[in-house]
């Protein structure tokens, strides 16, 4: 089993910036991707970043890419979400998850792992 826990959202005003991070245990990270998703109130849960386990390659959506940067240190078994310019429709739960390295990293359906989520609430 892998336990993954997320911290570092609050509350922050439009233009402003946060840094999530999402610390696992239970077994090594090094072989999996991992990914952050987040989901509004009333929507559905939705993609926002991955990386590969060694790092080389990331993806984002859309409407955070130029603004979101995802990192991961394998050593310390965490990824990182460091987020800036951060609008309004930024607002919602962030979830990270751990998934195979390999697959569709934009669906939920490759992800094993979930965290709780932490919120990220955006003011105009």
């Known amino acids: 089993q892998v336990q993954l826990v997320e911290s570092g959202g609050g509350l922050v005003q439009a233009g402003g910036s946060l840094r999530l991070s999402c610390a696992a245990s239970g077994r090594p990270v090094s072989n999996y991707a991992m990914g952050w998703f987040r989901q509004a109130p009333g929507k559905e849960r939705e993609f926002v970043s991955a990386?590969?386990?060694?790092?080389?390659?990331?993806y984002y959506a859309d409407s955070v890419k130029g603004r979101f940067t995802i990192s991961r240190d394998n050593a310390k078994n965490t990824v990182y979400l460091q987020m800036i310019s951060l609008k309004p429709e930024d607002t919602a739960v962030y979830y990270c998850?751990?998934?195979?390295?390999?697959?569709?990293?934009?669906?939920?359906?490759?992800?094993?792992?979930w965290g709780q989520g932490t919120q990220v609430t955006v003011s105009s």
């Open positions: 998850a751990l998934g195979t390295d390999s697959g569709t990293f934009y669906s939920t359906f490759n992800y094993l792992y």
């Open positions: 990386i590969t386990w060694s790092g080389g390659r990331t």
